[in-house]
């Protein structure tokens, strides 16, 4: 289909999103700071997003560095509105978790990694298998770490071969349900910025199941709305919010960057559509036959434009990277050089050996 010219309205929205979530780079733990949460998969094409991520907003950021240094910094794995890393702040108003009674096994799981402290999977025996959260089966060991880690009870403290290693979560106070809501809420509107109100409100619906006496999600952000802890705005009959800012929009330079499927800047398709003018669709799960745009294919960002994506693959050392385009290729130099220079970022990313 025909992509429609931006209003001056979208092209504005569209420039905070970008130069908001791709902020200045800096040292890594204030990067997660900075955005509060991290989305973690697994698959690496041609890294984990969570690299990917990272590599645009931490100085010097090699594939598997998060997972190298993640014991010694102020970050936690859990889940979010999806499974990931988080700063710590963040991570605290996510726990007390509501809870079925502990099973049997689960209280000797929880015993004895309170015993040994640092506890691999391995080294719980049990020869028992049971269905995981993907449909496969996994030892029932395995899964009742998984469900004490969900419950705050243990958490993870750094991860062996890319097996998560656990050890006991030291105790929380646990936040007004109320403030627990809005601080989520906040962290949210801020990752996400400007964020689609109706995007809050439904991750915030799912979250407030685990905040029992928390209140409403409209409530709250209403509430976030009439102290200026959120400002809102309609763009063509759209309601957006988003935390005040801290300093001015400046001007974004003219690079390419390749975007992680999961990037703050890409993950909500509803925004996406509504900012740049096309559809794009996560395909690693779509059968080869149907897919559009690739497996792994990421978003490419040209200034603040997302003008198509980007499948890269590395064999025998050699990064091969092809481009696709959801209507014309830029042309001139400029773009040619920007696309250039960020083939070389991302070969000196993967370098790092993660």
């Excluded at 289909?1 to 130069?19: G, Q, Y």
């Excluded at 809870?99 to 096994?105: D, E, F, K, T």
Aim: charged residues 30%; contains cysteine.
């Amino acid at each position: 289909r025909l992509m429609r010219r931006p209003t001056r309205d979208l092209e504005r929205l569209r420039a905070h999103a970008v130069a908001r979530s791709l902020f200045s780079q800096g040292a890594l733990e204030a990067a997660i700071r900075r955005l509060g949460f991290v989305q973690a998969d697994p698959i690496r094409s041609p890294a984990r997003a969570q690299d990917l991520i990272l590599r645009h907003r931490a100085e010097g950021y090699r594939a598997g560095e998060l997972e190298r240094r993640y014991p010694g910094l102020e970050v936690e794995e859990d889940l979010f509105y999806a499974y990931g890393f988080l700063d710590r702040s963040l991570a605290r108003l996510l726990h007390p978790r509501p809870a079925r009674r502990a099973s049997a096994l689960e209280v000797r799981v929880l015993e004895t990694v309170r015993r040994l402290g640092e506890t691999h999977p391995a080294e719980l025996e049990d020869p028992r298998r049971v269905v995981n959260a993907w449909g496969g089966r996994s030892k029932a060991t395995k899964c009742a770490l998984e469900r004490l880690h969900h419950r705050g009870l243990l958490r993870v403290v750094r991860r062996d071969r890319g097996v998560r290693v656990y050890e006991p979560a030291p105790p929380v106070e646990a936040l007004p349900p109320e403030a627990r809501l809005r601080g989520l809420v906040l962290a949210l509107a801020e990752l996400l910025a400007p964020a689609p109100e109706a995007t809050i409100r439904s991750i915030a619906a799912r979250l407030v199941r685990r905040i029992p006496r928390a209140g409403s999600p409209r409530e709250t952000v209403s509430g976030l709305l009439r102290t200026g802890e959120l400002e809102r705005a309609e763009v063509d009959g759209l309601a957006y919010v988003w935390p005040p800012l801290r300093t001015p929009i400046e001007p974004l330079p003219r690079e390419v960057r390749f975007l992680a499927p999961f990037d703050p800047v890409v993950w909500d398709r509803r925004r996406f559509e509504h900012l740049w003018g096309w559809a794009y669709r996560f395909e690693a799960y779509t059968p080869p036959a149907k897919r559009l745009r690739g497996y792994y294919a990421m978003p490419l960002l040209w200034g603040d434009d997302v003008v198509g994506w980007a499948n890269a693959s590395r064999s025998s050392g050699r990064l091969d990277v092809d481009v696709g385009f959801a209507a014309t290729r830029p042309r001139g130099a400029p773009f040619r050089e920007a696309l250039d220079a960020e083939v070389a970022r991302l070969d000196a990313f993967l370098d790092g050996g993660g």
